[in-house]
């Protein structure tokens, strides 16, 4: 029979096969357990590598145990080590959580409320946190080996994991519910422009439309609500880039995983404990202007920066790609326009208007629909403007079906217009084939 040491052989920090805990006296048992073993094993903690911690760990338990005057049968026992080891190594009740590719979002209302999102769809787990000071260790974890703090002076955290997921904690007096903790993971393998034509988030005439204009260096934003996948799309359009451009991105929480190998990443740094050091989107972009940039990506357009945004498209550097929160293309538009105002420019509204429409040419919508599954509803180009009104045209639109079977019903159809760029990809060497706006291939066919 395997002892329990050989039984733990297998597990990392990346691949916990943590059971469940059954209720909350063993919650309550593994947060002592912990306690006795951290008290035991101090300073080590932090200096020894995980596989000597683990067996520490291990090792340590049979006394914590005894402590504790517990008695656990074999199975029992390796659930409940596990836990520990979650606690010690990982991120506790969670860990099982974040080790699961399934889910996509895991969101913690205080120690007895963990929700999960899976395929779209909220969920609430048996999973429990021993009380709120447990869940701010577990806060703790996460952000202090990036340098951050989340404490009554500093109660609110933007951090992310090491894979890259981002995490947003708030705690008490600010949050009412306790300490919530909120992580949208991180996939480990990209989605690629096959995977989501595979799962219906867009159609291959709108897929290879969007390759086009991103091969033919057109400037392209990506708006959707908050989880709609934003950041999934603008990672899909980026692998659409040569690998001989130099690319610069420029992210609040570094989330792109782009493919090419000339690649430069920037990440926003916030303001330290006396509230100096902030470096800002803004001075990153107007860093990266300085770098001899092909392409710049910026993960999320949200303050002042886009306004250098926009003299930057303007200026040459064409092809830039950004996500946009809004409600739809044309209020993507009016987005950006009160975030140039933000920056304290005093330009007259036309004057940014005419600069919104000379250097966008595109805004992607996505959308979360009732099912929860992720939808490009909307591609629109951006025209000029007339008069004071910056003009818009759908090439492709979502024609909505209802629902049937607790599934939406629908496709993202041409419109039937050319885009007024073809003749200016076609000088780029980039065609697009009338096929993708509904015209009939030549010989009759559909």
């Known amino acids: 029979m395997a002892t329990v040491l050989e039984q733990l052989e297998q597990w990392t920090p990346e691949a916990i096969q943590t059971a469940r805990l059954r209720d909350a006296a063993e919650v309550r048992l593994v947060s002592r357990l912990h306690a ?16 000597s911690l683990r067996k520490l760990v291990v090792d340590s338990l049979p006394s914590a145990l005894e402590t504790e005057r517990v008695a656990l049968n074999r199975s029992d026992r390796i659930r409940i080590q596990d836990a520990v080891l979650a606690e010690v190594m990982g991120y506790g009740p969670i860990q099982h959580l974040l080790d699961d590719d399934t889910i996509s979002e895991v969101m913690v209302n205080g120690p007895d409320q963990v929700w999960i999102e899976r395929d779209g769809r909220l969920s609430l787990t048996d999973v429990r946190f021993a009380d709120a000071d447990h869940v701010v260790r577990v806060i703790q974890r996460i952000v202090m080996p990036l340098g951050r703090r989340c404490d009554e002076s500093s109660p609110m955290v933007d951090a992310r994991l090491p894979d890259g997921s981002r995490v947003n904690a708030i705690i008490p007096p600010l949050s009412l519910t306790g ?47 908050s989880g709609a996948g934003k950041t999934t ?54 860093n990266a202007l300085r770098m001899r940039p092909d392409r710049i990506i910026i993960g999320e357009c949200r303050s002042a920066e886009a306004l250098d945004m926009l003299q930057a498209m303007n200026t040459g550097h064409d092809g830039s790609l950004t996500t946009v929160h809004s409600n739809g293309p044309r209020d993507a538009l009016a987005r950006v326009e009160t975030m140039v105002l933000l920056s304290g420019a005093e330009l007259p509204l036309r004057a940014i208007r005419e600069q919104i429409a000379a250097a966008i040419d595109l805004v992607v919508y996505i959308e979360r629909m009732q099912d929860g599954s992720r939808k490009v509803t909307q591609i629109s180009e951006v025209r000029s403007l007339e008069g004071d009104i910056v003009t818009m045209q759908d090439i492709f639109a979502w024609t909505g079906q209802g629902i049937e079977n607790d599934r939406v019903k629908g496709q993202l159809r041409p ?23 509904g015209y009939p291939i030549p010989g009759g066919a559909k």
């Open 36 to 51: 006795h073993i951290a008290g035991s094993l101090g300073q080590t903690l932090q200096t020894s590598t995980p596989d």
């Open 179 to 225: 300490p919530t903790l909120t992580v949208r993971k991180f996939r480990r393998v990209p989605f690629g422009p096959d995977d989501l034509i595979a799962n219906g988030t867009i159609t291959p005439e709108a897929m290879g439309f969007l390759s086009a204009s991103v091969h033919g260096r057109l400037n392209i934003i990506v708006a959707g609500g």
């Open 233 to 286: 799309l603008l990672n899909t359009l980026s692998n659409f880039i040569s690998g001989r451009e130099r690319i610069v991105t420029i992210e609040d929480a570094a989330e792109l995983q782009l493919q090419q190998i000339h690649v430069v990443r920037l990440e926003y740094r916030p303001a330290n404990a006396e509230g100096r050091g902030e470096i800002t989107i803004r001075d990153l972009f107007r």
């Open 415 to 437: 419109t039937g217009i050319r885009p007024s760029f073809t003749g200016r990809l076609l000088a780029r060497g980039v065609e697009l084939p009338a096929q993708w706006f």
